[in-house]
């Protein structure tokens, strides 16, 4: 009998990898520029010095931009994916976003939509041409899905995601795979594969996780449309600290077969896939895309309704729109940073300016005990599996991997009676805050959305983010919620307040953390809740904020200062 081959040490390993997606990076022709050795802290600004003034223009247009020119035959799929391979590989070399580029893959679908429009004259779906980023953990056929675990190196794809495989049917480009942290669950993203993902505005702050690859690059603007999943804010996180578009819909709307993770059959709180975009119009052309293709004929999981954007959720009985708007600004355990208290501010200010949009204040109804139920529900067996998982390669756990596993205190072995408990405690939340909802209106008046922080603060330092309150709420409630930039974060009108007294530890280490300086040009990003399968409502409510109040969100801040 031969010899066992030794084991790799999970150093190798890494290595390994990361050599692999260095080789996929200098495929690119013509060669990506190599970018300064010394880099400042905002490196936003640099694609614009190195590459060409074309492939400025396809990468920092929007979605429905690019599909525009795409449809006219003024721009061809070839050199708009190959622009976005260029961007992106100078992305991972500013910022270390992504675990591969696609070049090969990608170019011939290019190539191939390319003769069938001179063929046909015609688009072959309404996303012909479109690059698509994707998360590394949704399964691509032939390709390494690890997860962000060493010990799952390896592992090759049978077939692609069922969400894949609907965005191609619509003529998507899959370009690029990007980054997310060890375990998926940080609201970060720091592997032992592949290091620390950081933020393109400010280096040394986090782009947010799981989906953090996704949100650098897109802050980059080495995508325009990319996929991203969300358990307790791993969309809304990197959506946020980069300063773009991101919506975590309403559970079992988009398909999810085919993923990648620890704890695959956990059913308590239930993970979802949803669109990262640098516009408002990309979200709503990728849930309208994959939901028009009914999925849940395939993935029956999924709930049978349309898209209903046709509907005028807004449209009250005398015919006039109408918006009412609830303002959470506290949730009353971790007060935010003055960059985003100021936000809600400037935006109620806004509001108020509208006769169509009343505006009341949203008082939190224990959102102590929504923290203490989902922590208690995301590890129901102690994370064991999350464990084996890092055990297997003997790789050592990153510190927000410590955080979530060993130090909080709701993490341990669950017996089923205790599982059923806990899940009648969520659901008894979850009634209790409907109650309040349906009591915030009077004579029919009720509330339509919550407006209300994305986090206590903006990008946190690296490994720093430790509170996820503000965005593990909705997902405990299964609420939909629409992460959009304001501005930047301006030392300069941000002070912090002195003389503030912090109410209990995590607050406490939620202020210490706030430095002007420190956040200079993080971007500044609030989110918008609505009410379970109510995705489509959210969407148009932000539009109408926009109509209403003249106000055009800062979606384009590379290179603008702080306002």
């Not at 525009?68 to 260029?86: H, K």
């Not at 009341?360 to 067996?381: G, M, Q, R, T």
Request: charged residues 25%; aromatic residues 8%; negative net charge.
């Amino acid at each position: 009998m031969a010899a066992k081959e030794p084991k790799k040490a999970w150093q190798e390993i890494a290595a390994s990898s990361q050599k692999r997606r260095d080789e996929t990076i200098a495929a690119i022709d013509p060669p990506i520029p190599d970018v300064p050795s010394e880099l400042p802290r905002n490196v936003t600004h640099i694609p614009r010095e190195l590459l060409t003034t074309k492939e400025v223009e396809i990468t920092e247009s929007s979605p429905e931009e690019i599909l525009e020119e795409l449809r006219t035959g003024r721009w061809s799929a070839f050199n708009v994916t190959n622009a976005f391979l260029r961007r992106a590989g100078l992305a991972q070399k500013l910022c270390n976003c992504i675990t591969e580029l696609l070049p090969q893959r990608a170019l011939e679908r290019a190539k191939y939509l390319d003769r069938y429009f001179a063929e046909h004259k015609t688009p072959i779906g309404p996303l012909h041409g479109l690059p698509i980023s994707v998360k590394e953990h949704l399964t691509m056929k032939g390709l390494d899905i690890n997860a962000g675990f060493v010990g799952w190196v390896g592992r090759v794809g049978e077939e692609d995601s069922h969400i894949l495989r609907l965005l191609w049917n619509a003529g998507a480009v899959f370009y690029v795979r990007t980054t997310q942290p060890q375990t998926l669950m940080h609201l970060e993203t720091s592997s032992n594969l592949y290091g620390v993902t950081v933020n393109p505005f400010n280096r040394e702050l986090t782009s947010g996780g799981s989906s953090g690859g996704e949100g650098a690059l897109l802050g980059l603007r080495g995508s325009c449309l990319g996929i991203g999943t969300d358990i307790g804010g791993s969309i809304r996180s990197p959506a946020a600290n980069n300063g773009v578009f991101g919506l975590k819909p309403t559970s079992y709307r988009l398909p999810v077969y085919g993923w990648s993770a620890a704890m695959l059959g956990e059913e308590q709180i239930i993970p979802c896939i949803g669109p990262m975009s640098t516009s408002l119009e990309g979200i709503k052309l990728f849930m309208k895309v994959l939901i028009d293709q009914r999925p849940w004929l395939t993935e029956p999981s999924l709930l049978p309704f349309e898209w209903r954007d046709s509907k005028d959720w807004l449209r009250r009985e005398d015919g006039k729109r109408r918006l009412k708007v609830a303002v959470l600004w506290d949730d009353g355990i971790v007060k935010p940073h003055p960059p985003i208290i100021a936000a809600l501010q400037a935006m109620v200010h806004g509001m108020k300016k509208s006769e169509d949009i009343s505006v009341v204040n949203w008082k939190p109804y224990k959102h102590d005990l929504a923290w203490e139920i989902i922590a208690s529900l995301y590890f129901c067996d102690g994370g064991d599996e999350e464990m084996a998982a890092l055990e297997s390669s003997g790789e050592p756990l990153r510190p927000l991997s410590e955080f979530i596993l060993k130090e909080n205190p709701h993490t341990r072995r669950r017996s089923i009676d205790e599982v059923w408990k806990l899940t009648v405690r969520r659901e008894q939340y979850k009634a209790a805050y409907a109650k309040i909802w349906n009591d915030t209106g009077k004579d029919g008046d009720v509330v339509d959305v919550i407006l209300c922080p994305v986090g206590p603060g903006a990008a946190p330092p690296l490994d720093c983010s430790r509170y996820w309150g503000y965005t593990s709420q909705w997902n405990l409630l299964d609420y939909p919620a629409l992460v959009f930039p304001i501005t930047k974060s301006n030392p300069d009108r941000d002070a912090k307040d002195l003389d503030y007294v912090p109410r209990n530890e995590q607050d406490r280490y939620n202020y210490d953390l706030y430095d002007p300086e420190k956040y200079r040009d993080a971007p500044i990003s609030l989110q918008l809740v609505g009410r379970r399968y109510e995705d489509e409502k959210v969407i148009q409510a932000l539009d109408f904020i926009m109509e209403e109040t003249g106000w055009v969100f800062d979606s384009k801040m590379i290179d603008r200062p702080g306002i």
